[in-house]
């Protein structure tokens, strides 16, 4: 189904509060449970998430939401299962970076397309990230870690939880923007990385707040900066990285997406329930704590997200030269 057929049919919709569809959400209701695809390993950032999600929209949809982990590709098997199932609302891709704004610029052939095979459903968080370095480098701020880097270029080393994850494109984007070179190490997810940098193995990691921010409590790492283009509420002492390099933004974009051809109905009121949840006290407490950012909003959005998150990370893998494996 268009794209643009799909937002004519939403387009008569009134539009209420944090941008939820308030009228017509009543005319779709799931008879069967629900599935979220989450294209990773059980355990990450994404897939606590969508265990949060999970639990009060089967309260609200009256059918069990079951969290799938689908694992594979850098995603792609995960989004690849969610674009050939049936578009009746009942399965949905709990989307990160990689499905449809990374992947189309870092790999060379996808099984699904992009654009045309899924709907937007709604936005659910920014993740910020968390800049360390090992205890050892002399660097204390991120003017004085750039001075380093220029100073002796490619010494330093950058771990990330793999070519192309988001950790990886914010360490490209950091010598982008910087105009500085680093090593790059790549290993297989963010556990991995975080322990050879714990070791001093590597000097650098720009990665999960959540994840880093317990090691640098401990002083087994030091926090510099975070990855959003402002502070954030759980660190306000430490500044974002686009205090010394403006437009810096490297906080991974989390979402829901459906099958295209998705009923409008049940667009919407996917999309209402969701925005009801993240506006809740209790839900965004429980985000703030792991240093995540609620988004919510319009289907509408959601697209115009997308379409502006692959633009920007199209110029960064372009400039790096980036090519999945």
């Not at 599935?35 to 949809?61: C, H, K, N, W, Y």
């Not at 209402?272 to 792991?290: C, G, H, K, Q, S």
């Amino acid at each position: 189904m268009d794209r643009r057929l799909l937002f004519a049919g939403l387009a008569g919709l009134a539009i209420g509060p944090r941008g939820a569809i308030a009228q017509g959400t009543a005319s779709w209701a799931p008879t069967r449970p629900l599935r979220l695809i989450v294209p990773f390993a059980a355990g990450g950032s994404a897939d606590q998430t969508a265990r949060m999600l999970a639990e009060p929209m089967a309260a609200a949809l009256g059918q069990p939401v079951v969290v799938e982990n689908r694992p594979g590709g850098g995603a792609t098997l995960g989004a690849q299962l969610v674009a050939r199932a049936a578009p009746d609302g009942l399965t949905l891709l709990y989307g990160t970076p990689g499905p449809q704004i990374i992947n189309p610029h870092l790999m060379r052939s996808l099984p699904y397309d992009p654009e045309r095979d899924f709907a937007p459903v709604v936005g659910v968080k920014r993740a910020p990230n968390l800049l360390c370095l090992h205890p050892s480098v002399p660097a204390r701020s991120v003017p004085a870690l750039i001075a380093l880097a220029k100073a002796e270029p490619g010494r330093l080393a950058f771990s990330s939880a793999g070519i192309g994850s988001s950790s990886h494109l914010a360490g490209e984007m950091l010598k982008h923007m910087a105009g500085i070179e680093m090593l790059h190490v790549p290993f297989r997810g963010t556990g991995p990385g975080i322990t050879e940098l714990l070791a001093g193995n590597v000097q650098i990691a720009i990665d999960t707040l959540s994840v880093l921010l317990p090691h640098a409590r401990s002083g087994g790492v030091r926090a510099l900066a975070v990855s959003t283009p402002q502070r954030s509420a759980l660190v306000p002492e430490l500044p974002a990285i686009a205090e010394t390099l403006p437009g810096f933004d490297a906080a991974p974009f989390n979402y829901l997406a459906a099958p295209a051809a998705t009923p409008p109905a049940a667009i919407a009121r996917l999309n209402a329930v969701v925005n009801t949840i993240l506006a809740e006290p209790e839900f965004r407490r429980r985000m703030t704590e792991l240093g995540e950012e609620p988004a919510g909003g319009t289907p509408e959005a959601l697209a115009a997200t997308i379409r502006a998150e692959s633009e920007r990370w199209k110029a960064v893998i372009t400039a790096a030269g980036i090519r999945a494996e």
